[in-house]
């Protein structure tokens, strides 16, 4: 690694060979810095020896601890040389070596001498230097200096003191923010890189202050701004004030005319900055986006393919949401299918896919089989996604379209990319009925020469549950009867547990079946043995034509309605003794991953296989640690954790969040404080809460936080009780109250006595989304159907004036704080009705469906229907009052 | 939300995807392991293709890198998923351009580690820790050549490599224009 230019040919030509770094080593060239100790200089000389060392450090090699000092040191001696291109590369060398907090000072004096100096390379390069590697103290020594650099006449000075304080404000903010003038005098330097460099700080400066941020763009984009790089920040600057404005009537749009302005602007990077920053404004409407889709469109054709990347790549963004309005740069994007380059192929093909309509599928699909042979694995993922998604909107193109995906899955392939395939070939199954048999079939034959172990068995598994409802369940059997002759231990036992669903749910094929099972009873692993004597034995033993009993189907086949994170951890903590472990204290609740449902079994709400061990949930760390809080360990079963909700604005002294933990009879608010003082230490830190406004909540206990020093999050609890299952609201009024200590920040002590304080917090209020878990169904409809009309609530509600019909939808979801499903929370642009479907669980572990229709009653008004269906019909009840109160 | 504009690296790779010069900003490499392991597949996935004349862009593992080559030279900068495309290609350009001043015009591999020391001061002069220093190719030429130029340096210490001399002139003559 040390010499990657040893020759390692000697029969080459030494000229094309040759190269000044031959034979380098670390060891010879720290030797040769010596050089650097010469009472006569050598500058040239000495540039030589740096350039090797930092060849060097370039090509991986690290210097020892001792190596670093010696070499730092030697550098230092350097600074009385005159000569300018060694001192540059002194600079570079001191920046490379990152020297330690008592090494910088031997070169301060030095440094400090070079920023005053009069040649502006110096101070330029010397305040990058001593910038990079200096701390806060130093700092308050220089800045004086680095004021006046900031308002320097070279623009190379003023530029580097303002990029090195986009530097230091991460870490010495305090300072940093004191030279608001100077910077703000430098915005307006008619020099362009140093008016980018002042923005780019002032806007830092003043993030969290959204009035000046606000002022600063309004003033700018009246147009003073030269550099393209500075009108660059401003765009998106701009866009993130568009964002946070309250107002998103889109007539009145604050800055969208400065937007669209700077689409005519002359520096590409301007226009296509801004044109994207108006494809990402929420609720866009056509005819904003038109201006934008038409400077898009041109990059499209541009000779260089950095245009036509960055233009194809945002068209196809806003083909997610707006394939109508892309449709006009079809034709262009037709012609990028054959581009050199690949990356803009494949997202034009995508982009086509996403905004094609029916007819011009087949010709589509035509272009993209010449495409596949000659792109890598991950565009072809990125393909088929297209396509799946394509199929979806066009059931009736199926056949063209499982024929494709069929062809591409036979052809070489890596695991994910044949993953991919076969994901949507299920889902392609799933969703579209008449795609069912052809699907299945080409499954089965890919199983038959399948070199992954995974897919073969998440397909047998899938066989297992779709194979026997069709209408000649037969002609599977031969294929996964093959796979127990031919394939390893772990798709055999996948094959056996396939035909024993095909037994148990087809009972014409039982006979069969049970002659295939009693030969895998021979099979030479235990747990392919295992299965096939399992199944024999539950599923009627002799063999016979009978019917397998429903407890035995949902014993050996019926979904486990239980996050397997969850019930793995349950297992772990459960302890051997009298008591049976029991799998309803299992707790249900994962937030990404919507639940199996029980009267629908082996419908997969995500492509193929058991539920992917979602991220381990905050919900078990949740109850881990009230759990371990004897206080809190009588409350029961933990139902719902809410997200963190602030209470603090950010940047303030002390930021705290709250998390609601509810119980069945008590609810727990965990206050996550964070103290952003390093020269404090809080003590004793509890929150006083005033439950005045919450009538049925009464405080049962608290537990302080003993010490809450800099930096180091703590929590400290409240809990209190309430009417047992009911859902109780109200509002509570929060002081966080501490004994503070000033602390030492050189010697990181604090003092021995403190005073005590308060600090006011915001409100909290506890709602009726608290009481309800957000858990999703993977078949609403089904799901609808099975739960009856017996406790079906239906009623209507004008929401009066709204928006828009989006912004109506979105409020209501809040307000229930349920589950929305499938994808029924999106509403299309310019649509005046909509139907939303969404799914929950109610406290005391009630299963609540809701079905949302709204429509639009004159110009703004909004008319809802609240159809709700749940296990009982008091909770029914209690959802429409949620609706009828809030 | 970072809004500033961010170079995630600048590099540098012979025609074996070999370092000649790099240089990270971004703590996503945190290991010489992790950076060798980028540019490799950098290497790979772009060196099939032909940015002799334009410059090409690629995206993968949600960054994306812009390059050019020359010779047996390949200049890659690479930046976030959501960077302006064309800003990367700006400082792409810059770089690639500038070099070539300093160089003379013949770039390649063994001019490129003979005059090493030019091609480190001008990535200095590009991007610092991350934030876009300078585009104009002239511009960055001229910083790096004019460190030659201290008057109080004795002439025979006419220093680094003559070449430096002559992009100077090169430069007097097309500013003085």
């Known amino acids: 690694m040390a010499q990657p230019l040893v020759k390692k040919d000697d029969d080459r030509d030494d000229e094309a060979d040759y190269s ?26 000495c540039s030589q020896v740096i350039t090797k060392l930092l060849y060097l450090l370039n090509q991986g090699e690290t210097f020892t601890k001792v190596e670093a000092t010696e070499v730092f040191f030697a550098v230092t001696k350097l600074f009385q040389s005159k000569d300018i291109g060694l001192r540059r590369m002194v600079y570079v060398m001191i920046k490379e070596l990152s020297p330690s907090a008592d090494e910088v000072i031997i070169v301060t004096s030095s440094l400090m001498k070079d920023m005053t100096s009069k040649t502006d390379m110096y101070r330029a390069n010397a305040i990058r230097v001593l910038c990079r590697i200096t701390d806060g103290t130093l700092l308050t020594q220089i800045e004086r200096y680095l004021k006046q650099a900031i308002v320097d006449k070279n623009p190379v000075v003023a530029s580097a003191a303002l990029v090195s304080g986009i530097h230091l404000l991460q870490t010495n903010p305090e300072i940093v923010k004191r030279w608001s003038n100077e910077v703000q005098e430098a915005v307006q330097s008619r020099a362009a890189l140093v008016q980018f460099h002042a ?4 806007h830092q400066i003043r993030q969290n202050d959204r009035l000046a941020v606000n002022k600063l763009v309004s003033s700018l984009t009246k147009g003073s701004v030269r550099s393209p790089l500075a009108q660059c920040l401003l765009i998106r600057y701009t866009s993130q004030v568009i964002r946070e404005s309250a107002n998103t009537q889109a007539a009145d749009r604050p800055f969208y005319d400065f937007l669209e302005g700077c689409l005519r602007h002359k520096a590409e990077m301007v226009i296509f900055e801004a044109a994207r920053a108006i494809t990402e404004l929420n ?48 034709i262009d994007m037709e012609s ?9 192929a494949t997202l034009a093909i995508t982009t086509l896919l996403k905004t094609g309509n029916e007819s011009s599928v087949d010709r589509l699909m035509k272009q993209i089989t010449n495409f596949m042979s000659d792109i890598a694995d991950e565009f072809k993922i990125v393909v088929v996604e297209a396509i799946r998604s394509l199929c979806l909107k066009f059931p009736l193109k199926h056949r063209s379209l499982m024929n494709f995906l069929s062809n591409i899955l036979r052809e070489e392939g890596g ?6 395939i076969v994901d949507s070939i299920v889902i392609l199954i799933r969703d579209i009925p008449e795609a069912k048999e052809t699907g299945l079939l080409h499954l089965c034959e890919f199983i038959e020469d399948c070199e992954f172990t995974y897919l073969s068995t998440q397909i047998l598994h899938f066989l297992g549950i779709e194979g026997p409802k069709t209408s000649d369940p037969s002609k599977y059997i031969r294929y996964i009867y093959n796979r127990v002759h031919l394939e390893n231990a772990t798709v055999r036992a996948a094959a056996v547990s396939t035909l024993a669903k095909f037994g148990a749910m087809v009972d014409t094929l039982k006979p069969r ?17 295992d299965r096939a004597t399992l199944y024999l034995n539950t599923l009627g033993g002799d063999g016979a034509v009978v019917q397998t009993g429903e407890d035995v189907k949902e014993f050996l086949f019926g979904s486990l309605d239980i996050p397997l994170v969850n019930l793995e951890n349950s297992l772990k903590n459960y302890e051997p003794s009298e008591e049976s472990f029991d799998i309803y204290s299992v707790p249900r609740e994962v937030k990404t991953q919507p639940l199996a449902e029980k009267k629908a079994p082996g419908k997969k709400p995500t492509g193929l296989g058991a539920p992917p061990a979602g991220p381990p949930s905050t919900v078990d760390a949740y109850e881990k640690l009230l759990s371990s809080i004897p206080e809190f360990a009588n409350f029961g079963k933990l139902f719902k954790s809410s ?21 069945d009879g008590h609810v727990v608010f965990q206050y996550n404080c964070t103290n952003t003082i390093p020269e404090q230490l809080l003590e004793n830190v509890t929150v006083i809460v005033d439950a005045s406004e919450a009538e049925e909540f009464a405080e049962v206990a608290s537990k302080p936080l003993r010490s809450l020093p800099y930096d180091s999050p703590g929590q400290t609890f409240v809990a209190f009780e309430k009417p047992e299952g009911t859902p109780a609201i109200g509002k509570f009024s929060n ?15 604090a003092e021995d006595d403190g005073v005590e304080d308060e600090y006011q917090l915001e409100e909290l209020e506890v709602v009726a989304a608290d009481y309800i878990l957000k858990v999703g169904v993977s078949n609403f409809r089904n799901a609808w159907e099975s739960m009856g009309a017996d406790c079906e609530r239906i009623d209507e509600y004008g929401l009066g004036p709204r928006e828009s019909l989006a912004e109506a939808v979105n409020a209501v979801i809040d307000l229930l704080g349920m589950q929305p499903c499938e994808g029924t929370e999106v509403v299309p642009n310019n649509s005046r009705s909509h139907t939303c479907l969404l799914s929950g669980v109610y406290i005391g572990n009630v299963k609540v469906l809701v079905r949302l229709q709204f429509g639009l009653d004159g110009p703004k008004d909004v008319a809802m229907k609240l159809a709700v269906r749940s296990e009982d019909e008091s909770v029914s009840d209690a959802i429409h009052e949620i609706v009828a109160s809030g | 939300m970072e809004l500033c504009p961010l170079i995630k690296n600048i590099l540098i790779l012979d025609s074996e995807g070999k370092r000649i010069a790099v240089k990270y900003y971004s703590d996503d490499w945190p290991t010489n392991a992790a950076k060798e392991a980028f540019e490799k597949s950098v290497f790979t996935k772009t060196q099939k293709t032909n940015a002799r004349t334009e410059a090409e862009i690629t995206m993968f593992d949600d960054y994306i890198v812009v390059y050019k080559f020359i010779q047996d030279l390949h200049f890659f900068v690479t930046g976030g998923e959501n960077e302006n495309e064309i800003i990367l290609a700006a400082v792409l350009q810059g770089f690639f351009d500038a070099v070539g001043l300093l160089l003379r015009g013949t770039v390649d591999k063994k001019e490129a580690l003979e005059n090493l020391d030019i091609i480190l001061l001008c990535i200095d002069e590009i991007v610092d820790g991350g934030i876009i220093l300078e585009t104009d190719a002239n511009v960055i030429a001229g910083k790096v050549a004019s460190h030659s130029m201290d008057a109080g340096a004795p002439l025979s210490e006419q220093t680094i490599t003559q070449a430096l001399a002559t992009a100077r002139e090169h430069l007097t003559r097309s500013l003085l224009k």
């Open chain 1, 643 to 663: 997200a963190p909700v602030e209470l603090t604005e950010a940047e303030t002294e002390y930021a705290v969040n709250v998390v609601k933990h509810i119980f």
């Open chain 1, 513 to 529: 079946i049970f002659v295939l099972l009693r030969r895998c009873l021979f099979d030479n692993d235990d747990e392919v043995r």
């Open chain 1, 283 to 330: 609720c866009v409407t056509t005819r904003e986006l038109t201006p934008a889709i038409t400077v898009l469109q041109l990059f499209l054709s541009s000779s260089k393919p950095v245009l036509r990347f960055a233009a194809v790549r945002t068209l196809n963004k806003v083909a997610m949401t707006h394939p109508m309005a892309v449709t006009n740069c079809n």
């Open chain 1, 735 to 749: 002081m966080l109250r501490f004994i503070v200590k000033e602390v030492d920040p050189s010697t990181g002590e």
């Open chain 1, 336 to 344: 990028l299918i054959s581009d050199q380059n690949r990356s803009i």
């Open chain 1, 415 to 420: 695991f994910d990319y044949k993953k991919a």
């Open chain 1, 20 to 45: 000044p770094f031959l034979g380098i080593e670390k060891g010879a060239v720290l030797q040769e810095a010596r050089v650097f100790n010469d009472p006569q200089l050598d500058p040239r000389r």
């Open chain 1, 199 to 202: 923005l780019a700080l002032l």
